[in-house]
């Protein structure tokens, strides 16, 4: 497998060798590419932010390939939301899919709970839902009378909750402890989550009537904020298709299991980073800070999930070292649902992508040498 990036919409994804030379389509606008084969050992003309990687057959990029192949059975053309699910997975995050209904939110998570042999629940999220609707209470059993812990649905290893934002705060607030500690505490006692422990969210950002919008306390739990949006044309058509008889999730079966994905979250806390990128990383974060157009830049917790994720997104791709395109690469998705903007700057049409846009611009990117990054 090789990096390849679409002429058309400028979406890198991954192609394999033997695709060099032949037409590829690209997953995310569908237009048709015609890579070129580079002679062996060829370097690419123009500046490098980075030293040049190749792939390895490295457990996680394995794994992580036999997890999006599986899901793609069931959402067509989403390779890339598909990629960023799974980077967040084996980085130990969790995921808040935002974008309006019927766009496969809840399917995706369906899918990635049917890709692995874990224990899945789904919460589905109303305005009269309790907390200890989702933590699980004690029961008194007059056969033994005594109080017995019955665990809710939060006692699985990849939980949905769907609809996040209908549920009130307190309802919300029972989420907090297991996604940052993963661990529930009811009746004065401690209950540890069988990991690895997983939670998908889903809101829907156009219907506001009866909604309760999340703090950023909780938003900057989640480690990524992703929209699927509308399939290109090609791609619905395709999904119609696979449409006309069962559904596929119904037949999807597990590639990985439970101890597979805990390994290979271990291996992505080993993927070597250089000083240099880290250094890089805490610039961008102060950078957020010291914008004029942001009212709440970001946090130390959002440098460390930007790093780790880049971790992540590396390990997927088969690389065993980050460099500075992974980060800038991912951190939209990190960082935007973390930063507030300025009321003045909102009136102004300024968006955080935008902002961000600008403070990667202004970063300079560490230079390389012949074995890495320069000091």
Request: aromatic share 6%.
């Amino acid at each position: 497998m090789s990096n390849f990036k679409c002429a058309y919409c400028g979406q890198p994804f991954m192609i394999s060798t033997t695709a060099a030379g032949g037409e590829v389509v690209c997953p995310k606008c569908g237009s048709t590419n015609r890579p070129l084969r580079s002679p062996a050992g060829a370097v690419p003309p123009g500046p490098r932010s980075a030293p040049l990687r190749t792939p390895g057959d490295s457990p996680v990029a394995a794994l992580a390939g036999r997890l999006m192949d599986n899901i793609e059975r069931v959402i067509v053309g989403k390779y890339n939301e598909i990629r960023r699910v799974v980077t967040a997975y084996l980085a130990g995050g969790h995921v808040l899919l935002e974008d309006v209904p019927g766009v496969a939110k809840t399917m995706l998570a369906r899918a990635l709970a049917g890709s692995v042999g874990g224990d899945f629940k789904r919460i589905q999220c109303t305005p009269d839902l309790l907390p200890n609707d989702i933590t699980g209470s004690s029961i008194f059993n007059p056969k033994t009378t005594e109080f017995e812990f019955r665990p809710g649905p939060l006692f699985a290893q990849i939980v949905l909750a769907d609809e996040i934002n209908r549920a009130t705060p307190r309802a919300q607030a029972a989420l907090l402890e297991a996604m940052a500690e993963r661990k529930v505490t009811a009746d004065g006692n401690n209950y540890e989550l069988t990991p690895p422990f997983f939670l998908i969210a889903t809101q829907n950002p156009i219907d506001h009537e009866g909604t309760f919008p999340l703090p950023e306390a909780q938003l900057d739990r989640f480690l990524m904020r992703l929209s699927l949006g509308y399939p290109q044309f090609e791609n619905e058509v395709a999904m119609l298709l696979r449409l006309r008889g069962e559904h596929p999730i119904e037949t999807l079966t597990a590639v990985a299991s439970a101890e597979e994905v805990l390994a290979c979250q271990a291996a992505v806390c080993r993927v070597h980073t250089d000083e240099q990128v880290v250094r890089y990383v805490v610039q961008l974060i102060q950078g957020t800070r010291e914008h004029y157009d942001l009212l709440l830049g970001g946090s130390p917790r959002a440098a460390m999930a930007l790093l780790r994720c880049a971790q992540a997104f590396a390990a997927v791709q088969g690389f065993d070292f980050i460099t500075p395109d992974d980060v800038k690469d991912i951190a939209p998705d990190v960082l935007g649902h973390r930063l507030i903007l300025r009321p003045e700057s909102r009136l102004r049409k300024k968006t955080v992508r935008a902002v961000l846009e600008e403070v990667i611009g202004s970063v300079p990117v560490p230079q390389t040498t012949a074995d890495g990054f320069a000091p």
